[in-house]
Nanobody, 124 residues
């Protein structure tokens, strides 16, 4: 079992930055790939980024490439999503998720555990 708790969301002006954190419980955090998804009002949940358990593989959605960076600290059982150059269209609830197999990483159904989400709002 893995429990995930996101933090770091908030209100930021366009062009600003935020770093989201995802704290995981359990000693098996290092065995899990960690992903970030987001869901804007009235829209489906969408993939943002994923980092493999050993940090050897990283994938980003086109909307995140060049602006977001996913990382993890296995010693702290924490994953991060650093976001730069934020845009109003980045406004959403951001969720972290964990799975054991990287296959299908862009699909929410591939993830076994989810956090409760943290709100990110980007104003003009």
């Amino acid at each position: 079992q893995v429990q995930l708790v996101e933090s770091g969301g908030g209100l930021v002006q366009a062009g600003g930055s935020l770093r989201l954190s995802c704290a995981a419980s359990g000693r098996t955090f290092r065995n899990y790939n960690m992903g970030w998804f987001r869901q804007a009002p009235g829209k489906e949940r969408e993939f943002v980024a994923v980092l493999s358990w050993n940090a050897a593989m990283t994938y980003y959605a086109d909307s995140a490439k060049g602006r977001f960076t996913i990382s993890r600290d296995n010693a702290k059982n924490t994953a991060y999503l650093q976001m730069y150059s934020l845009k109003p269209e980045d406004t959403a609830i951001y969720y972290c998720a964990a799975n054991r197999y990287i296959t299908g990483y862009a699909h929410s159904a591939a993830y076994d555990y989810w956090g409760q989400g943290t709100q990110v709002t980007v104003s003009l």
